[in-house]
């Protein structure tokens, strides 16, 4: 009967249970880092869009007055010669004035500004790596949520068995006590057994509660029920997909890039450019000499620029950026060892766990021929109720460690798909 309503109880969960997948896809979305790879892609398009108007003209805007010590002047023989003729050059004044405008427009960067942007691009990719690396993490979180979960269910199962068991031997004694072949101490014993197990129900009851709604909380999805994974029948350890593995990647191709805009920072550039300004003097010294009055002035030209001091770091910079190349594949080794001890370790575990519920079978299997024998011994008085309880506490171990193992087994092959990236 009481497994009965048992089963009655869990149908609701169970018309709605997840699977495991379902939870850890729900985990993610749920996972307040999921926003995170939105504000990357923002910010590396932020990052290439500034970068590429390095191609808009680049205007300048300046005003500035002076006071010099000395100015362009007429010798004073000359001057002589000067006020011989009735004309006055006074030169130039000290105190001179401009507000101007200069505009520069590159013309050819030798791929410095494509450079620029690839690496903006690869430092994107990597900052996601990255947070796909935390994420990825999220998978083992909700495995041991689920599980331990799933264990629980299975330990109400197991405990609605033993109270049907136990109520039905206490049946049997309460007819027997009234047919005065057992004691009321007999039936009282196994009376007081069942309701050990209805007060650990209780228990388990409350810890279900508590892990399903920390399960429900971390998903962000109401989870009542929950489906008990398949055995994979083959996984491929020799592919490792694990996102570790894709940040070190990204972290070779951003050196790439970082290597090629050195390449680009070497070679000249072209660009065109334009200056004008209101002030004094102008560019006609002579008529600035004699006037002394503001004017407009104005240039354009083109001009080439080669920074010839990257030459006096580029062989360092070189270094630097096999250092981080050889650092990032130290990096890999070091994730591949510890990686494939982790999966040694699960793969024993399995192997352990399988052989452990080859034993449960055959241990169950005698555990409940030990039971049914010793109620029928009780019946014929050949034993006491202390030896029945015996029995039945000692099947009931044997069914609680086989659903143990099972699920211990279950947790270590996802735990393993996790290691190896499936």
């Known amino acids: 009967m009481r497994k009965k309503i048992w089963i009655l109880m869990m149908l609701p969960a169970m018309a709605q249970a997840q699977t495991l997948e379902e939870c850890q896809r729900a985990a993610e979305q749920n996972y307040p880092l999921i926003r995170q790879y939105g504000l990357i892609e923002k910010t590396t398009s932020l990052n290439v869009a500034n970068i590429q108007k390095g191609w808009l003209p680049q205007v300048t805007a300046s005003a500035q007055a002076t006071l010099q010590t000395d100015v362009t002047a007429f010798p004073d023989k000359l001057q002589t010669v000067f006020q ?7 030169g130039l004044k000290k105190d001179q004035y401009r507000v101007g405008i200069d505009v520069q427009q590159t013309v050819y960067d030798a791929g410095n500004i494509k450079s620029q942007k690839e690496i903006a691009r690869r430092q994107g990719e990597l900052q996601s790596r990255q947070n796909e690396v935390t994420m990825y993490n999220v998978r083992r979180r909700v495995n041991e949520m689920y599980f331990s ?29 009234k047919g005065g072949t057992a004691s009321e101490s007999d039936w009282l014993n196994v009376k007081v057994e069942r309701l050990n197990v209805v007060q650990k129900m209780t228990g388990l009851q409350s810890q279900r509660t ?32 694990r996102p570790e593995l894709k940040a070190l990647d ?24 334009a200056q004008g300004y209101y002030g004094y003097p102008g560019y006609n010294m002579f008529e600035d000499m004699m006037s002394h009055k503001f004017s407009w002035n104005g240039m354009i030209g083109a001009r080439l620029t080669w920074n010839i001091g990257t030459l006096y770091t580029r062989k360092n910079d070189k270094a630097k950026l096999q250092v981080q190349r050889e650092t990032t594949e130290v990096n890999r080794e070091r994730f591949l060892f510890d ?16 052989q452990m519920m080859t034993d449960d079978e055959e241990i169950i299997s005698l555990r409940s021929s030990i039971r049914k024998a010793a109620e029928s011994k009780l019946a014929h008085g050949i034993i006491d109720v202390n030896d029945l309880v015996r029995e039945i ?13 099972e699920i211990e087994m279950l947790k270590e092959i996802y735990d393993l798909k996790i290691t190896i990236g499936e």
């Open 339 to 354: 990686n494939n001890l982790e999966q040694i370790e699960q793969n024993e575990n399995i192997s352990r766990y399988r």
């Open 84 to 90: 011989q003729t009735g004309i006055t050059m006074d």
């Open 149 to 177: 979960l799933l264990l629980v269910d299975e330990q109400i199962r197991l405990n609605a068995d033993l109270q049907t068991v136990l109520e039905g031997n206490e049946k049997k004694l309460a007819a027997m006590l």
């Open 250 to 273: 990204a972290q070779l191709r951003l050196t790439d890039a970082q290597e090629k805009a050195l390449d680009a920072a070497m070679m000249p550039r072209l660009g065109v450019f």
């Open 393 to 405: 506490n000692s099947e009931n171990k044997a069914r609680v460690e086989q659903c143990i193992h």
């Open 210 to 241: 508590a892990l399903a709604r920390m399960l429900s909380i971390f998903c962000g999805i109401e989870v009542n029920g929950l489906v008990k994974p398949e055995i994979p029948e083959n996984m491929n350890a020799s592919i490792n997909l």
